[in-house]
């Protein structure tokens, strides 16, 4: 059923540190490369060699550029962006044929594919542009937070987290439980004001983005200033008297 | 959005052929025999081959029954519950009115309340989508049941009716496009709530995710047709209200009937293909598009 639950029992989601991320997208090559060969349909690509190529991402890297007021230095933000397994997903509550769902035990949101239409309508509902419909397959496919990786007691323990957050270098990428006050996440993203993208949208978000840190404050200052004459304004000297010398000629 | 041709044809059509059918419910115009057939068929034909249309952009329309299973949530599964309900119960009314000369008024009555659901529960699917503020307001509903009305009395031939709703639903579109102008500015949603970044400073897209395009791109930023869109809407606009209305104050003959007809169809297509290529996703920011 398509309806959400009332409540879930764990809140399991990302949180993504925007003061750390490189934009290297080893996050969107990892997701890639677990999703198309694991749970659900291959990631397609078309014409991957072409000129007008495209494919199917679960996680995908923006880049911005953020100018802060006055003439300090403009900012590049890299911006990862997946599925936020939102507690109000839009995208569920639209699904006609109650292929998409929200799990009560964790609350990832999910597709059972094979009650999919391909109708496109959840992605209309999504507002972070969440799900691609796979141009192969004729089915929505979107982040599934590795649910066939976070549980799977074949993998290593240190591997039982999402691909995208198991392979980041730069440990910008961080998973758990934030229904959990006391999970690591959670006092992560009270530490650091953790926000949610487009608030107003009314989604509530799990996942949550961590703010880049304030810039340090370079002093207005040059190390060789004290050393360097002024430049003269008004010329005088041999120098002064040439220049009116010259004026009158 | 993209204006998929699919979904135009779609909300065209059945929104024509249901209006249609809700004037034959109610017994305007009160035909029996092959007449009624005549008007019944043009009305099926619309709104059949319009609900078949938008068959055509599912990803796998062979499971497109599955669709009628999340009524209590979903708007489209609403919609197909709708039209199949309409269709049937006006094609029990319509039996009895060809071939066995019976005015079944229960069946007309109840077929005509649930043709009108389902114009309003295929405008409630744009209508719920807060992602899009252009069609996330009171007046797409109104828009699409009094083009509904409005095209159904024409074809039914009820030209008073016809006159009157013509000019309320081009009132009403006018209406919403200066409306849905300020829908997106008015929502909230801009490039500094999608990233959170509005805090430190002016928030620019600098590089998207990728070198070519994507699912996203093609199926939400559609910025090429909104170059035209206000020679479209005047177009739009003539042919579908002011082009009708003076040939319906022309001394009727069936010519101009019909010349009415293919004009309002005509500008209700090109008033739906606006309708998608003008509406702006807010997706599109993450782009820098809108």
């Known amino acids: 059923m398509t309806t959400l639950p009332a409540k879930t029992e764990k809140k399991l989601g990302l949180v993504i540190d925007l003061d750390t991320c490189v934009g290297c997208h080893a996050c969107v090559i990892s997701c890639k490369g677990w999703n198309t060969e ?9 014409n991957a060699y072409g000129a007008d190529n495209y494919g199917t991402f679960l996680n995908r890297v923006h880049s911005f550029e953020v100018q802060p007021e006055g003439d300090a230095a403009a900012q590049l933000i890299h911006f990862p962006k997946s599925c936020l397994h939102c507690e109000d997903a839009p995208c569920v509550t639209v699904c006609p044929t109650g292929a998409s769902y ?14 999919c239409i391909g109708c496109g309508l959840c992605a209309w509902a999504c507002p972070y542009g969440a799900r691609e419909l796979d141009q192969a397959e004729g089915v929505m496919k979107k982040c599934t937070l590795c649910v066939d990786r976070i549980y799977n007691e074949n993998l290593p323990e240190e591997d039982r987290q999402p691909a995208c957050v198991r392979t980041c270098p730069a440990g ?9 006050e006391n999970s690591d996440v959670s006092k992560l993203v009270a530490e650091r004001g953790g926000m949610d993208l487009m608030p107003e949208q009314g989604t509530k978000p ?33 120098l002064g008297w040439l220049d009116k010398t010259l004026e009158k000629l | 959005m993209h204006p998929a041709p699919s979904v135009i044809f779609f909300t065209t059509f059945s929104g024509l052929g249901f209006g249609l059918l809700f004037f034959l419910g109610l017994g305007f115009p009160a035909v029996t025999g092959w007449t009624a057939f005549a008007f019944f068929a043009i009305a099926y034909v619309m709104a059949v081959g319009g ?30 519950w709708c039209a199949v309900g309409a269709l049937v119960l006006m094609g029990l009314y319509g039996l009895g009115l060809v071939f066995f000369d019976a005015r079944w008024t229960a069946f007309g009555i109840l077929g005509a309340l649930l043709s009108m659901a389902t114009v309003f529960t295929t405008s409630m699917i744009y209508t719920q989508l807060k992602t899009i503020p252009r069609w996330n307001m009171k007046l797409t509903p109104l828009k699409f049941m009094s083009l509904s009305l409005a095209g159904g009395a024409l074809l039914a031939g009820q030209v008073d009716a016809a006159l009157v709703l013509l000019v309320i639903g081009g009132l009403v579109q006018i209406y919403t496009w200066v409306e849905g102008d300020k829908a997106l500015a008015s929502s909230g949603t801009d490039v500094a709530s999608a990233t959170g970044l ?15 395009t994507n699912y996203l791109l093609r199926e939400f930023v559609h910025v090429i047709g909104r170059k035209h869109s206000q020679k479209l809407r005047v177009i739009a606009l003539g042919l579908m209200t002011i082009v009708p209305v003076i040939l319906l104050a022309l001394p009727f003959s069936h010519i101009v009937g019909v010349l009415a007809i293919a004009s309002h169809i005509a500008g209700v297509l090109t008033a739906r293909w606006l309708f998608f290529a003008e509406a702006e996703h807010v997706v599109g920011l993450y782009y820098g598009k809108r």
Do not use: C
């Not at chain 2, 609900?51 to 609403?78: D, N, V, Y």
């Open chain 1, 38 to 46: 694991n749970y659900g349909a291959p990631l397609s690509d078309q």
């Open chain 2, 198 to 212: 509005g805090g430190i400073g002016t928030v620019r897209a600098f590089e998207p995710p990728h070198t070519g």
């Open chain 1, 102 to 115: 929200k799990r009560v035990e964790d609350g990832i949101v999910l597709v059972n594919e094979s009650n």
């Open chain 1, 206 to 238: 799990v996942n949550k983005y961590l703010p880049p840190r304030p810039k340090d404050e370079m002093p207005e200052f040059d190390v060789l200033a004290p050393f360097l004459q002024p430049v003269a304004e008004e010329p005088k000297g041999f």
């Open chain 1, 172 to 180: 910008a990428r961080h998973f758990g439980d934030l229904g959990d």
């Open chain 2, 51 to 80: 609900l078949m249309a938008s068959t055509f952009h599912l990803g796998r329309p062979e499971r497109a029954i599955k669709a009628f299973t999340q009524w209590r949530s979903s708007w489209l599964s609403r919609e197909a």
